[in-house]
């Protein structure tokens, strides 16, 4: 099984479709990234983000920034990288929130 896959699989869960594209999206940036023969460090230091958010980035993991996504693409794209899938990908979503407020939205029985 792939080390990407195995982190989200750590929490118990199931995969989903939008953790499925996280991880595609993470499988493109490190792609794009090697192609340009670029570390990390030199990554995350052109798209001003931080080495955690590149690394989050890069493994699919839920703890991703809506901007570093942005700033990511922006970066390789003006090195010339073109990934036309990653637009059309479901965005990124944080699961914690939405049980968070799904919860709150429930009406309390009692």
């Known amino acids: 099984m792939h080390r990407d896959r195995d982190c989200l699989l750590a929490t118990n869960e199931a995969m989903t479709d939008d953790d499925e594209a996280r991880v595609e999206r993470g499988r493109q940036i490190r792609a794009a990234r090697e192609l340009l ?3 990390r460090d030199r990554l995350a230091s052109m ?6 958010d590149l690394i989050h980035l890069e493994r699919g993991t839920v703890g991703q920034r809506p901007y570093a996504l942005e700033a990511v693409w922006r ?3 003006a ?3 073109e990934i036309p899938q990653a637009r059309t990908m479901p965005p990124v979503t944080d ?3 939405q049980a968070q407020q799904e919860g ?3 009406p309390s029985t009692g």
């Open 79 to 81: 090195a010339g990288m």
């Open 37 to 39: 023969g670029w570390s």
């Open 104 to 106: 709150e939205q429930q």
């Open 47 to 52: 798209a001003e983000l931080t080495m955690t």
């Open 75 to 77: 970066t390789l794209e």
């Open 95 to 97: 699961r914690r929130s």
